[in-house]
């Protein structure tokens, strides 16, 4: 409307100046004229137009970015993204994926098989801007992303991109909770992330609480095959694995790894050598199902590993993965109530691990998908080499927990 008005303005201007010049001679000034005015009329119309109106938020990043009124598509780029979308149950918003999350084996695809039908933007783990530009999205979401690169982003796309902070269950719950807290103003889903933020936070209070109420005499656990960037052996850990923490066990690996290229101070994933797994001998192993296929083949006897006390006395567990595309919350709060159970029965006796991993799945998905992340990544059993073991044959190596 503005535009137009301009516009019709501009035309009477414009007939006058004619009507005035065919009455006077030396006219030639006219045309610096209608050119100032050319140039005034076309940059009040484009001063009118914004391309991304509606709300004003601030991302994890500090930037000031413009989001739509009521989003109604979304793409999610980067580690980790499409889980907080499944976390946030808005997951029918996206409207195309990375190309590598359509072979992925994760949970909030299990959750969200549809997702994996979405047309892609790019391949593997790397997005296409012309694909980005052309889809069109309300808006995209992004974590592990510079703000430079967000900006860039958004000028070639010209699409809103928000950066969200990733966070952990450990010293930047915080920065979850954050960015809990603003996927929900977003998405006018404000309680979804309130009940997100209460289960996640009383769970971990529960496990703790139980914890220091323990009877047993204290323990020392180290877990291997934590995922990096890919698949790794038994000699890949964590320091400070989270459902450890939860549970006030003594990690043998706590004093290793500070990070140094990471988004705060805290630690990551580290690459020990054998020979220091052999010297720590833990009480107890845990290994990580996301690296089964390496660790497997690396404690097939005879094994550099076979001195270690949890192998000779059949106290090694397998455990949910950690890392795959990132950390996974509901894998972590799942272990805390299994290693729990395992370690402190005195305070965990009433628990049955199986059904509360059950509840985090729910909860967090809002789908029932335990048995198949059970039956696919066969988390919760007793890990035993059979060459220690001569009285005991594979029938035998139940689950440590039930799974109805």
């Not at 009507?19 to 000034?29: A, H």
């Not at 959750?111 to 296409?128: S, V």
């Not at 323990?219 to 890919?230: D, H, L, M």
């Not at 497997?296 to 059949?314: I, N, Q």
Request: glycine content about 8%; overall charge negative.
């Amino acid at each position: 409307m503005h535009k137009a008005a301009g516009l019709q303005a501009f035309g009477r201007f414009c007939r006058a100046l004619s009507d005035r010049g065919g009455q006077k001679q030396g006219g030639s000034w006219h045309l610096p004229m209608i050119m100032i005015m050319t140039a005034v009329v076309a940059s009040s119309c484009g001063s009118s137009r914004q391309p991304h109106e509606g709300r004003l938020i601030t991302d994890s990043a500090g930037r000031q970015v413009t989001v739509p009124d009521t989003v109604k598509s979304v793409i999610a780029l980067k580690s980790g993204t499409l889980r907080l979308l499944s976390y946030m149950k808005v997951t029918h918003l996206v409207s195309h994926i990375e190309g590598s999350e359509q072979r992925r084996n994760v949970l909030y695809l299990f959750a969200n098989p549809h997702l994996r039908e979405l047309p892609p933007i790019g391949a593997g783990n790397n997005y296409d801007t012309e694909l980005l530009a052309a889809a069109a999205p309300d808006l995209i979401l992004a974590t592990f992303m510079s703000p430079l690169e967000a900006d860039r982003l958004e000028q070639l796309t010209r699409r809103p991109v928000v950066l969200l902070e990733y966070g952990d269950l450990g010293e930047r719950r915080t920065k979850l909770f954050g960015t809990l807290t603003l996927l929900g103003t977003i998405f006018h889903r404000e309680e979804r992330a309130d009940t997100l933020i209460n289960y996640i936070e009383t769970t971990i209070n529960e496990c703790t609480r139980r914890a220091a109420a323990a009877t047993e005499k204290p323990c020392s656990a180290y877990i291997g095959g934590v995922a990096y960037n890919g698949a790794h052996g038994i000699t890949s850990t964590e320091p400070d694995y989270p459902p450890f923490a939860m549970l006030s066990v003594y990690n043998v690996a706590a004093g290793l790894g500070l990070r140094v290229n990471g988004d705060a101070p805290g630690h990551e994933v580290v690459f020990i050598d054998p020979e220091q797994l052999i010297q720590w001998n833990p009480d107890i192993l845990f290994l990580d199902a996301a690296g089964s296929r390496i660790w497997e083949e690396e404690l097939a006897a005879p094994s550099v590993f076979s001195p270690l006390k949890a192998l000779r006395e059949g106290k090694a567990y397998t455990v949910l993965p950690y890392n795959w595309n990132t950390t996974n919350y509901e894998n972590l709060l799942c272990n805390a109530w299994y290693i729990g159970s395992l370690l402190m029965p005195s305070a965990f006796g009433d628990v049955d691990a199986g059904q509360k991993g059950r509840e985090v799945m729910q909860l967090l998905y809002g789908a029932d998908i335990y048995d198949r992340a059970v039956d696919y990544y066969q988390p919760f059993r007793q890990y035993l080499d059979f060459s220690m073991h001569d009285n005991i044959s594979s029938a035998d190596t139940l689950p440590a927990i039930r799974h109805e």
